[in-house]
Every structure is written in C-alpha cells, then in structure tokens.
C-alpha cells in the first residue's frame, strides 16, 4: 500500500499500543479483581497468564500486522489469500466496534464526572446520596448520551486527523501524562491515615480465594487489558516500521500495561481502606465511592482533596480516550482500505453505527432496562459477548493463524527482521513452542470454561 503512514518510531509505536490497552480495566477493574480474588496470589497468576498466554498472543497480532501492513481484514486476505481466514479479519472489524459503544457510555459517565468535580459537587455529600446521584446520572435518559457523543466526538476528531498527526500526537502527549497523574495520586492516597490496610489488600496472598474460575478471571483481565483479540493490536502493530524490533514493542507494551495497573491499585486501594469502606464490585467503585473518598478525606485540606479528585476524574477520561482511539482506528483502516472510502468519511458513518449502538446501551440503564438479550441488558449483552467469547475466539484464532498457518521462517524473519537482530535459538524456540502449544490449549480450555459458567 503506498501512502500508508506509519508512527515515527517504535517508541512512539509502545505509546500508542500502551494506550489502547491502558484504559478504564486498569483504573477500575484491576484493582477490585486482585481485591477479590486474593490479592498478591490474583498477580502471580496474573502475571503468569501474561506471560505464557498474553504475550504469544499479543506477539502474533503484531507479527501479522506487521508483516501486512494492512488492516485486519486485508491482513488475512494477504497473507493467507483464497483461504476462510478473511472471516477472522472481519470478526476482528466488528468486535472492537461493539466494545467502542458501551465504553463510550463509560467514557461519556466519565466526563460527566469530571465536570462534577470541577464544580465541588461531591463536597459535603455522604455515601449513599451520591450512590444515588450515580444511579440518577446513568438512568437519565438524554444527559448520558450527550456525554456519550462529546466523548466519541473526540474520538473522532483524533482519528479523522490520521495516523501520524492524530493517534500518533494523541498518544505522545497523553500517556507520560497519564503516568504522572496516577502517581502522584498514589502518592496522595498513600499518605492517607490508615492507607497501609490497602497496600496489604493487594500484596497479601489469600490462597483461600484462589479457585479453578481464578484462573480464567485472571486470563480475562489480561486479554481486556492489553486489548487482545480485537484486531486494534494487530492494526496498530501494521503501522510500526519495517526496521523496528516488534519483540520489543510487544514487551514494552506488556510491561507499561501492567505497571500502570500496578500503581492504579496502589493510588485506588488505600484510598478506599483509609476512608473505611470495603471494596465494592462494579463501576460504582469509581463513580460513587471514589467521589465520596476523595472529597471526604480532605477536611484538613479540602482544596487539595479537591484537586485529586479532579486531575482522578481527567486521568480516567483520557485513558479511556486512548483505548476508544484504537479501536475505532480498526474500522476506519477497514473502510479506507478495503472499501477506498476517505479517512474523515470512514470516520462519520462509523460514528453513526457506534453512536447509535451506544445511545441504546445507555438507555438500557433507564428507559429500556426491561429489554433483555439472553436474560441481559444491552449493555451487559455487548460486555458479556465481547469480553468473554468475541475477544476470546479472535485471540484463539489469532495465535492459531501465527502458529500454524503462517511458515515458522516468515515468524522468525518477522522477529529477527530478516536475520538483523540476532537472538538465541532458544528464545525463539521457547517463544514459538508458547506460540504454537500453550497458547492455543490454553485457551481453548480457558474458552470451555467460560462457555460451560455462562
Ligand atoms: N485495554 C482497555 C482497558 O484496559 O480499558 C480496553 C480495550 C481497549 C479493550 C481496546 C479492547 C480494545 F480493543
């Protein structure tokens, strides 16, 4: 393809990777799962889950991005040509798309949230009023989606402005900043009295906790968090260079994705201890309680709980932004690519079925919360779906289409860039057998057992 763009850099290429997979699963949903599922036992796994699945994983989106330099459905068309896998491709089109709707919703809630705390409007409120104020907010049936259309406004605004002066500029300027807003969060969460009960929540092992569904939770956050399986990998990684070394891209994207979810438990956990409330499940974590901590515990120095709350409430908006981008950059690559439509065209009727999509699971928090999809509202329809079984195929097939379809040389030349780096046997070895075994049962056991629980 000849003007396609590509990031200036693979730095530039671990920024834009980190940050789509920087996003409201490491803010919110991290934190509460090692809370749940037996804190520092919940990391090992996790961490091993990482490593023998996620990384594969992540590697043979990057591989076949890269080696295509394509979208996700001109990536199978050419890479495997006259062949089904261009169903994958299309699979991998539709997917982040669904994801792109209720995020949206989220990422709308988010705005909102952050207009409340501009205002002071948690101050002086107890738990429960604001419990219901979040109940009222997201039950509303119009100010939830005009928050919803700003937040994907400008997501479209950044993706119409291209590859290199919209996503690549977005990410270059948002993620240092992102890691300097939580921590000094964490700083301030942790010099909080009483915080230490929250660090102890996190690093102490639980092995109580620990059963045969940990283990798929554990593989499940990895995937949502370093957004597996979804084709926003893959595209991305078809815009890294041909002389850039994808082993490290796929690893500096791994290790930045977990230790900003590291530091978000730290900047979330004492927090919540040091305020005296259990950790409570589900978005009400950072929507009621958080308000109520941090404008709470500020009564020595209220404006500084103030601002916490404030720069909390930015750090949550723009790294949902940084994950929304990416995902929509996959459709938009499909439509330029495959169907010649213009970039910003791409972008306006994505906009259309996205939004529309979206406005619907938005409602079904209030006027349509009666309409029931397998015994699930809309929005938890496109969350179950996607997160437990879309995200989990296309992974699957992913590694199986990088493991077994492509020519072990064409992986290794992807590694190696044609023979420049050189690595030991071993490694690749190694990394080819997780690839090629482990990766592949290891999920197909982890996708029974979801199929079986749901
Ligand atoms: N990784 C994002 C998060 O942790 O919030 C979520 C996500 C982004 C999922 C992009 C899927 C995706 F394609």
């Not at 207009?115 to 009023?129: C, E, H, I, V, W």
């Not at 041909?242 to 927090?271: C, H, Y």
């Amino acid at each position: 393809m000849q003007n396609r763009e590509n990031f200036g850099s693979n730095t530039v290429a671990i920024m834009a990777l980190a940050g789509s997979a920087i996003g409201l699963g490491n803010i919110w949903r991290f934190p509460y799962m090692v809370g749940e599922h037996g804190g520092a036992a919940f990391i090992v796994i996790y961490l091993l889950a990482s490593l023998l699945l996620s990384l594969p994983i992540m590697m043979s989106e990057t591989v076949i991005g890269r080696r295509s330099h394509s979208n996700t459905f001109g990536a199978m068309r050419s890479l495997a040509p006259g062949s089904k896998w261009h169903y994958l491709g299309l699979l991998t089109v539709i997917s982040p798309l669904i994801i792109l709707s209720y995020y949206s919703v989220v990422g709308g809630w988010s705005i909102d949230y952050l207009l409340r705390s501009l205002t002071g409007s948690f101050l002086n409120k107890d738990a429960s009023l604001l419990s219901a104020e979040f109940a009222g907010a997201i039950s509303s049936p119009l100010k939830p989606i005009i928050f919803q259309t700003v937040f994907l406004l400008a997501c479209a605004l950044v993706v119409s402005a291209g590859v290199k002066s919209g996503i690549e500029r977005f990410n270059k300027l948002t993620i240092p900043l992102l890691f300097v807003l939580i921590l000094a969060i964490m700083i301030y969460s942790l010099t909080l009295p009483g915080a230490m009960r929250g660090v102890e929540y996190l690093v102490k092992p639980d092995f109580s906790k620990i059963t045969p569904s940990t283990v798929s939770y554990a593989v499940g956050q990895s995937f949502f968090s370093l957004s597996l399986g979804v084709g926003t990998v893959l595209t991305y990684s078809s815009y890294i260079g041909k002389r850039e070394n994808i082993l490290m891209s796929g690893l500096g994207t791994t290790v930045f994705d977990l230790l900003f979810a590291l530091i978000a438990g730290f900047a979330i956990m004492p927090a919540v201890f040091a305020a005296g409330i259990e950790p409570g499940a589900g978005p009400g974590l950072i929507f009621e309680t958080l308000p109520f901590i941090f404008s709470s515990m500020g009564e020595a120095t209220p404006i500084l709980s103030s601002v916490v709350a404030v720069l909390f409430f930015v750090t949550i908006c723009v790294a949902a932004l940084t994950s929304a981008i990416s995902m929509y950059e996959v459709g938009v690559a499909y439509l330029v690519e495959e169907k010649g439509v213009g970039r910003k065209k791409a972008v306006w009727l994505l906009f259309a079925g996205i939004w529309a999509l979206g406005a619907l699971c938005s409602l079904s928090f209030g006027a349509l919360s009666g309409v029931k999809l397998f015994g699930l509202t809309i929005f938890n329809f496109c969350d179950t779906l996607t997160s437990n079984f879309l995200m989990m195929f296309g992974a699957l097939l992913f590694v199986l289409f990088a493991g077994w379809k492509m020519k072990k040389g064409d992986v290794r030349d992807e590694f190696s860039n044609g023979g420049k780096f050189k690595f030991n046997d071993a490694v690749f070895g190694t990394f080819y057998f997780l690839l090629k075994y482990v990766a592949p049962v290891g999920m197909v056991m982890i996708f029974v057992t979801n199929f079986i629980g749901s």
